[in-house]
Structure formats: structure tokens, C-alpha cells
């Protein structure tokens, strides 16, 4: 079964970038659509961003044009560049096929604040 390892959070300030990094443990993940959720304290894990086998992107409307998904499959890893950031885009951030399907991983922690 495919495994996932997130890595790239950090603490930033406000307005500023990061890029998340999702390593897929199989090859096979080229095929599946894949998502970077997240998941903020009190909250429900939501979908903020996927991508297609073929490219296809989808993004929340809390962070179109801020963020901005990719894939290599070449590399079985799937990117969340994300600009502009917000407090509120603090979270713990995991990626996952959409739907969902496979087993969570750890995540990646981002914390925005000055």
C-alpha cells in the first residue's frame, strides 16, 4: 500500500513562502489523483488543493491564488508551494489520494506568525 512522508513546515511570518514536499512510497501513485490536506486545531482535516494523473488542479477558495499544487511523477512527489501566508493557514498539512483512500501520514506542521 502506498505511504506518504510530508516534509517542508516550518514557522513563517506573515506574507511569507514555503514550498511542502510529499514523498509516495510506490510508483503507482503516478496514477492517482492526490490532495495536500490539512487539519487545524479544533477543526476537521480539509482539502486545500489537488492534482490530477494528468495535471488537472483543484484549489479552496481560502487559498486560489496563493497556493499552487504539482506533481513529478518521475520523483513520486507531490509540491504544495504556498505565498502570501496567513495565521490562519496555520495547520498540520498531509497529502493523500482524493478520495482519501490511503493511510495518513505524520504531516508537516506550519505555523504562520509574527
Known amino acids: 500500500q502506498v505511504q506518504f512522508v510530508e516534509s517542508g513546515g516550518d514557522l513563517v511570518q506573515p506574507g511569507g513562502s514555503l514550498r511542502l514536499s510529499c514523498a509516495a512510497s510506490?510508483?503507482?501513485?503516478?496514477?492517482?489523483?492526490m490532495g495536500w490536506y490539512r487539519q487545524a486545531p479544533g477543526n476537521q482535516r480539509e482539502l486545500v488543493a489537488s492534482?490530477?494523473?494528468?495535471?488537472?488542479?483543484y484549489y479552496a477558495d481560502s487559498v486560489k491564488g496563493r497556493f499552487t499544487i504539482s506533481r513529478d511523477n518521475a520523483k513520486n512527489t507531490v509540491y504544495l508551494h504556498m505565498n502570501s501566508l496567513k495565521p490562519e493557514d496555520t495547520a498540520v498539512y498531509y497529502c493523500?489520494?482524493?478520495?482519501?483512500?490511503?493511510?495518513w501520514g505524520q504531516g508537516t506542521q506550519v505555523t504562520v506568525s509574527s
Open positions: 510506490q510508483r503507482t501513485f503516478s496514477i492517482y489523483a
Open positions: 492534482i490530477t494523473s494528468v495535471g488537472r488542479t
Open positions: 493523500n489520494g482524493v478520495p482519501s483512500g490511503f493511510p
